[in-house]
Every structure is written in C-alpha cells, then in structure tokens.
C-alpha cells in the first residue's frame, strides 16, 4: 500500500521557471510533511517541512503548500535555477518519528 | 544545521562476508536512529528504527539476523549485513533524530 503518492516521477523546467511538485497521503495520523533533496549519490538533505495546523510555509524560493481536506501537499520551486537539478522526495509521518517517503521526482532545470 | 556521517562511503565485499557500516551524529545526541536502503533510481526504503540501549525495530519483510543493527551510544549506530550476497547491493542510508530527521551521505555497498 503507497501511502504517499508522488507526481510526476520526472520534471524538465526551464530557468527562471516554477517547479511544482505534488503529493497526496492516506493516513489522517500523519502530521509532519518534510520534502527533501537529493543530489546522485548523496543522503537527502531536508528542505522545508510543514505540520497541518498552516496552510503555506515558505523559505527563500521553496514553498510548501498544504491541503488538509484533501490531503494533499505541494512543494514550489520559484524562480528554479540549474543547481536545483535534483531528485525530490515528499515524506509524511506522524510526530518527529519515521517517515513514508513518495517515489520521488527527477527535476532537470534547463538554461 | 545537524551532521550526520557515515562510514565507510562505499565498500565492495565478496559474497558471504560481512560488512559493518557506521552512522554517527557529529554534533548532537540521537536516541533514534534510521536505516534506509536505496536501490537506483528508487525511493527510500525504511529498514529498521534504531533506538539507543534498546533492540531495533524492523520493517516487515526486512531479515533482522540478516541486518544486524547496534546502537551502543547517542551518537553512534551500526548495521552489519552478514553474509552478504550480490541482491544486497544497494545504498544504504541512515538518519538520526533530532527534532527533525539529518541524513547521513550514504554508503554504496557492492557484494561480488
């Protein structure tokens, strides 16, 4: 069972462009959404998070946009610049502990 | 922010030996820590939760006599994969807790 659905597996934006990711869940329990990045042979490295009590969360470029009622979740990449060229990985969980990871999306942003 | 390492970051091993990868946390205490595996181009598979002074716990289907884990300090955890086969190729990945979740850089195992 995927608990954490991700779209789409692969992103080609180019630069200056708005990269959106999305994300839906199934467990009502879960409440701490990170999104994370990975760079080919590197750990993921946490972006930003989000729990449900807020709707939008921004940081610099990234902003994590959250949909309770239909337990959803987006990660936006403003003004997407070639170093942001990653794998991106939406999780979800409950309370600081484990979470599910989504399949992750492959973002190549063009010059 | 927290650092988290690994070691080694990549080993190559004959099948039927064992390997031992460390995870440490640089510059926090971690009383949980995660241990992932990674096949290419696929997400992370949670393996087992690893808690200081106290037996792992595992995902369903993961071996634990196969993926013995120790976490003997707040700041130190280990997975040994016994007798290791080429299908236990893989990256694996841990994570240590500290309020949010601090990967470390991986470790690329290749099983001959």
């Known amino acids: 069972q995927q608990q954490v659905k991700q779209s789409p597996q692969s992103l080609i934006v180019q630069k200056g462009g708005i990269s959106i990711i999305n994300c839906a869940y199934e467990?009502?329990?879960?409440?701490?959404f990170p999104w994370y990045q990975q760079f080919p042979g590197k750990g993921p490295a946490l972006l930003i998070a989000?729990?449900?009590?807020?709707s939008e969360k921004k940081e610099g470029r990234f902003t994590i946009s959250f949909n309770k009622s239909a337990k959803q979740f987006s990660l936006h990449i403003m003004d997407s610049q070639p170093g942001d060229s990653a794998t991106y990985f939406c999780?979800?969980?409950?309370?600081?502990?484990?979470?599910?990871f989504g399949i992750g999306t492959k973002l190549q942003v063009i010059p | 922010g927290a650092v988290v390492s690994q070691h080694p970051s990549w080993v190559i091993c004959k099948s039927g030996t064992s390997v031992k990868i460390e995870c440490r946390s640089l510059?926090?205490?971690?009383?949980?820590m995660f241990w992932y595996r990674q096949f290419p181009k696929q997400s992370l598979m949670l393996m087992a939760t690893s808690n200081e002074g106290s037996k792992a716990t595992y995902e369903q289907g993961v071996e634990k006599d196969k993926f013995l884990i120790n976490h003997a300090s707040l700041t130190l955890s280990t997975l040994t994969v016994t007798s290791a086969h080429p299908e236990d190729s893989s990256f694996y990945i841990c994570?240590?807790?500290?309020?949010?979740?601090?990967f470390g850089p991986g470790t690329r195992l290749t099983v001959t």
């Open positions: 994570s240590a807790l500290d309020y949010e979740q601090y």
């Open positions: 467990n009502t329990a879960f409440d701490y």
């Open positions: 989000i729990r449900p009590d807020v």
């Open positions: 510059d926090f205490q971690a009383t949980t």
């Open positions: 999780a979800a969980g409950g309370g600081y502990q484990k979470v599910t």
